[in-house]
């Protein structure tokens, strides 16, 4: 336990979940505003899919899963619809296949094994088919599955989301005020955003590492303070990002933290 002590903060979080399995990924679907988590529990080889909407925390399905219990993941997520993928093998890291789930349900919408994944644009999932070479590029119609016609690279630009992702900075360029406890290793991941300044440090106690994460006003108020990981032996990747006016954050891994900024 932290033996660190922060007063009372003003900022509550939206959304506070805790899973049964580490979170091992995030994907938002701007167009319906809904988060996407992919679990995994490694202990039973078991994945599952879990989706809720940021605007008013609503849990739309958890606990989904796929005959494939292992060799699955999140590809990407569009207009309502959840993008899976299968691997080719357990040993590589090659994706096969396309399976859609409609967010709002949970409901398989298609699936289809000769496609693989390319990217997202703006017109929708761009894919192409697997056995053959070479490659060609399609337009997906993602509701369906059915394929639209030839991908076109001006019309097709890729899709460029609104998530903001913390700068790592040495600590000394970070203002003092944001810096509450002795840093580790002299770096912080840190975002000035409106009125917000957002840090996660890494502190030593007693021979392990701690990753916190605060939320202050420019004057350096503190407005939030959340212990993410404790008595860990190496340092964290970033902890947070941000999207539409939205802190997203993953604590001990497992925990999903919304706050509204």
């Known amino acids: ?30 167009s319906s505003q809904t988060l996407f988590l992919e679990i995994r529990d490694h202990a039973d080889k078991q994945v599952s899919f879990s989706a809720l909407n940021l605007q008013n925390g609503e849990v739309y399905f958890e606990g989904l899963t796929t005959p494939e219990r292992w060799l699955t993941g999140i590809e990407a997520a569009y207009d309502g619809v959840l993008l899976l993928h299968n691997y080719q093998s357990a040993t590589g890291p090659v994706h096969k296949g396309v399976t859609a789930i409609e967010a709002a349900s949970g ?94 440090l890494h502190t030593l106690l007693q021979e392990h590492l701690e990753q916190h994460l605060f939320v202050f006003n420019e004057e350096g108020t503190l407005l939030y303070h959340d212990l993410l990981h404790n008595a860990i032996q190496k340092m964290q990747p970033e902890a947070f990002v941000l999207h539409n006016n939205q802190l997203i954050y993953l604590k001990n891994r497992s925990g999903l933290i919304v706050l509204n900024l």
Request: hydrophobic share 40%; glycine share 2%.
């Open 1 to 30: 336990m932290s033996i660190f002590a922060f007063s009372m903060t003003s900022l509550l979080p939206f959304i506070s979940k805790t899973y049964q399995s580490p979170v091992w990924r995030m994907e938002i679907d701007e």
């Open 107 to 200: 409901k398989e919408l298609w699936n289809n094994f000769t496609l693989a994944f390319d990217h997202l644009s703006v017109n929708g999932p761009v894919v192409y088919n697997a056995q053959l070479q070479p490659k060609k590029l399609f337009l997906l119609d993602v509701k369906i599955g059915n394929t639209l016609r030839g991908y076109e690279p001006v019309p097709d630009q890729p899709l460029n989301n609104q998530i903001i992702s913390p700068e790592l900075l040495p600590s000394a360029e970070v203002n003092s005020l944001y810096l509450p406890l002795s840093v580790y290793a002299n770096a912080v991941h840190y975002i000035s955003y409106n009125r917000f300044r957002i840090v996660s």
